[in-house]
């Protein structure tokens, strides 16, 4: 468990694709990106709770088909838990967040960025999905990504919306 400004949150990783872990400490980097998520919303419950899976295409191809009708692989998803009421001092169960490693790294080459900056960039997109953020229309994008581009601010990455700062 580690502390935010805004709260604390128990991050439960899971590593189903070893190539995630290969020369990178998976805790301290989801730890960097959701405080910094956190800082710009502030809208974290005194405890929380937030499960990331760090997978492969295949698995997040059946995860993707399963619960979004979608038979794809994509490169985040986020599988918000539903409000409910939880006695005092019980954690907050924000949410799942899955990865796919071949995703991610074709995106990160295909733009010509570090594989590191883009995964703290779709962990922070995910956290923010978890949070009750959205992308499904202009307005909302707009919200979502100012709040995506000043968390990665904070972590020294350039705007991945412009990409002539990248």
């Known amino acids: 468990m580690w502390s935010a400004a805004s709260g604390m949150v128990d991050a439960d990783l899971r590593v189903g694709d070893v190539r995630w872990s290969q020369g990178r400490d998976l805790d301290a980097l989801v730890a960097q990106c959701l405080a910094a998520a956190m800082a710009e919303t502030g809208e974290v ?52 967040i899955s990865l796919a490693y071949e995703t991610v790294e074709s995106e990160a080459q295909a733009a010509a960025i570090a594989f590191d900056a883009h995964l703290r960039h779709l962990i922070i997109h995910g956290f923010l999905h978890l949070l009750g953020y959205d992308h499904e229309n202009d307005a909302e994008a707009s919200v979502m990504e100012s709040k995506e581009t000043r968390a990665l601010a904070r972590l020294g990455i350039a705007d991945p919306y412009r990409p002539d700062q990248v």
């Open 45 to 96: 419950p005194p405890l929380a709770e937030v499960s990331v899976l760090f997978t492969d295409d295949e698995a997040q191809r059946t995860l993707n088909r399963e619960h979004r009708g979608k038979d794809a692989t994509t490169n985040v998803l986020s599988f918000p838990v539903d409000d409910m009421p939880l006695p005092p001092g019980m954690p907050c169960t924000l949410g799942d």
